[in-house]
């Protein structure tokens, strides 16, 4: 809370040098959070070194987003940029769990501060969940991300020193990377401020941009094609650019996730082009528009360049189960992940080859290693509550008597951290009910669902 009321300083600087009278919103929201956060820091600073069981850090980790959700809606509240406490909350939770949904109105027309901010909390919010894969999920088993303990960790006992040590590592990678694409979109055209934060909304893979129209209102290929290699680097495991940047150059080849997030893109750019291309549109056109799209979306960031709903069916599917299958683990992407997918393809295969021959021995293998037992059982955990919480999200929608297609594009829109739907709904205009599903399904795909969703286990709460 401390960090993110020195984060809303660098908004209310730009308003108040700009003149407009946002900059007291900031500053009241910075008092209000700091105190909040000074005041719990020094009433309960711990007397002896803090032993965390297994719930402290399911609490732990669902309410930190809980609570900096409510506080990073009050610039929102002071500076009326949204209609109501709702809107406000929907923007803050779209901001810090990437999603990238906004209910603004009249985004050209907004204040330079709150357009850092928006851009500020998904930025903030990318570098949180980065860290939080790496270090948290792991040692909570959820979705089958112990896989990864090993590698980032060499004993459980030493998780402590090791976040810090991964968490600066990513930090410093992620910095770099965002002032690398900052500077490239500025040569490229852009304003300062444009480039500052549509480079922050593409490495958190979050989206917000500062226009109505996206990135259709530059249509710039040059700018496109920036954003499609930073977006990449935005939805592939950042860890294994800290490696590379240790001499491993090879990690990022030898990967088997980082293989088959860039066998999708392709896949999926190839036949969406070879549709628009049938459709009498120019081949350079029509590779552009695809590869920018399906990028947007796999990486689950959900710039627009062109109205994709046009396309027809065959794309838009295409472009829907790009929304599941999302980046890798480790990144800013949301989705079910590209190492999840392979996990249930290597298993699926090993059990068919034991069913065609019962006395032949088949591992599945990742990377090259066998797969530990209780993996896949977190695999198929995690894929039964995103079905249960899909499923759930979907009737919800559809009691406001929306489109079907509506409902289903949107819920996995949202339960995957896009924010921009294959439908034609205006969020504004939802009612407050819609809203919190909405708001809802953002924290439960940004957080893994179980992380969530035990807290309403009774067994949780007995010793």
């Not at 929201?29 to 399911?58: H, N, Y």
């Not at 209910?103 to 850092?116: A, P, Q, W």
């Not at 990513?170 to 965002?178: H, K, S």
């Not at 710039?303 to 790009?322: C, K, M, Q, R």
């Amino acid at each position: 809370m401390t960090a993110l009321a020195l984060s809303m300083i660098a908004p209310g600087i730009l308003d108040y040098l700009y003149g407009d009278i946002t900059w007291e919103a900031f500053a009241i929201s910075a008092g209000i959070t700091g105190f909040s956060g000074l005041l719990l820091v020094f009433a309960a600073r711990p007397t002896e070194k803090v032993k965390m069981s297994v719930r402290d850090t399911f609490l732990l980790t669902s309410f930190s987003w809980l609570t900096l959700s409510f506080f990073a809606a009050l610039p929102f509240i002071h500076s009326h940029a949204t209609n109501s406490m709702t809107d406000s909350f929907f923007e803050a939770i779209a901001g810090l769990t990437t999603t990238g949904a906004t209910i603004i109105h009249g985004l050209d027309y907004t204040s330079s501060g709150i357009l850092l901010w928006r851009a500020l909390l998904q930025w903030l919010g990318g570098i949180g969940i980065v860290v939080m894969a790496l270090t948290v999920l792991p040692m909570l088993r959820i979705g089958g991300m112990q896989l990864f303990r090993n590698e980032f960790s060499d004993r459980s006992e030493k998780i402590l020193p090791k976040v810090s040590q991964i968490a600066s590592a990513i930090f410093g990678t992620y910095i770099f990377f965002t002032i690398l694409c900052a500077f490239a979109l500025w040569m490229a055209g852009m304003t300062c401020l444009e480039a500052i934060c549509h480079a922050m909304a593409t490495l958190s893979t979050g989206g917000f941009s500062t226009y109505e129209t996206s990135i259709q209102h530059f249509d710039n290929p040059v700018i496109e094609f920036i954003l499609v290699i930073f977006m990449i680097i935005g939805g592939t495991t950042l860890i294994l650019f800290v490696r590379c940047f240790q001499g491993d150059l090879r990690s990022l080849y030898r990967d088997t996730q980082v293989r088959g997030f860039l066998l999708a893109i392709a896949i999926a750019s190839v036949c969406s082009t070879w549709w628009l291309w049938d459709y009498n549109c120019p081949l350079g056109t029509a590779l552009r528009r695809s590869v920018f799209q399906v990028v947007s979306i796999i990486t689950t960031t959900g710039f627009v360049s062109a109205d994709y709903t046009l396309w027809g069916t065959f794309p838009t599917l295409i472009l829907l189960i790009a929304m599941i299958i999302g980046g890798c683990t480790g990144s800013t992407a949301g989705g079910v992940k590209i190492f999840r997918c392979q996990l249930m393809y290597t298993t699926a295969r090993a059990n068919i080859q034991q069913l065609r021959r019962p006395h032949g021995v088949f591992l599945p293998l990742y990377n090259g290693r066998q797969i530990p037992e209780g993996i896949f059982l977190s695999v198929f955990t995690f894929f039964a509550l995103f079905s249960l919480c899909f499923a759930g999200l979907t009737l919800g929608l559809g009691l406001y008597d929306f489109d079907i297609f509506v409902c289903i594009s949107t819920a996995v829109a949202f339960l995957n951290n896009v924010g921009t739907g294959l439908g034609a709904m205006d969020y504004a205009t939802l009612p407050d009910g819609a809203k919190w599903m909405l708001m809802a399904g953002m924290i439960l795909g940004r957080l893994e669902y179980i992380t969530i969703l035990i807290l309403f286990t009774p067994k949780f709460w007995r010793d």
